[in-house]
């Protein structure tokens, strides 16, 4: 269920259906980490994205990730987070991500708020577009980014 261990933080993440079912009747896969695309394909594995898999590699989490851009469903579960711990984690849990993707989540919140409140409650309250004429991201989300 976790992610397959790796000490290269390069590389693709890969995943191959397995013949075996869940107890509920889900097809099983298997992810496993590959220095090149080509490695993956000759193990008929399907990349999933580039870099090596991580808790949140899971296909129900990348279906979370490419349904929707989730910076402002995220801040909200960052705000609910400020009343409950549970309600953030119910929060994300609403959104899709599995538990394991939710932990990585949780702990990103905590540490933008951490590290990034200040900036990030101003490009709330003035509703800062997330990104700057330039495209580049705004002062928040960049905060996010680098800390």
């Known amino acids: ?12 993440c890969a995943m191959s259906w397995s013949e075996e079912t869940s107890e509920n009747g889900n097809r099983k896969y298997h992810l ?6 080509e490695e993956a394909q000759a193990e008929n594995f399907h990349i999933t994205h580039k870099g090596h898999c991580g808790s949140c590699s899971h296909l ?37 991500f599995s538990f394991p993707c939710v932990t990585i ?30 495209g580049s991201l705004n002062d928040c989300l960049q905060c996010d980014e680098d800390k």
């Open 32 to 37: 496993k980490n590959f220095m090149t695309e």
């Open 60 to 96: 129900q989490d990348l279906g979370v990730y490419i349904r929707q851009n989730l910076t402002s469903e995220t801040r909200e579960c960052g705000l609910l987070g400020s009343l409950s711990h549970n309600l953030m984690r119910n929060c994300l849990l609403d959104l899709g």
């Open 105 to 134: 989540w949780e702990w990103n919140i905590l540490n933008t708020k951490k590290d990034c409140l200040s900036v990030c409650i101003w490009s709330y309250i003035t509703n800062e577009p997330f990104n700057k004429p330039d």
């Open 1 to 12: 269920d976790f992610p397959p261990e790796d000490p290269f933080t390069s590389g693709f």
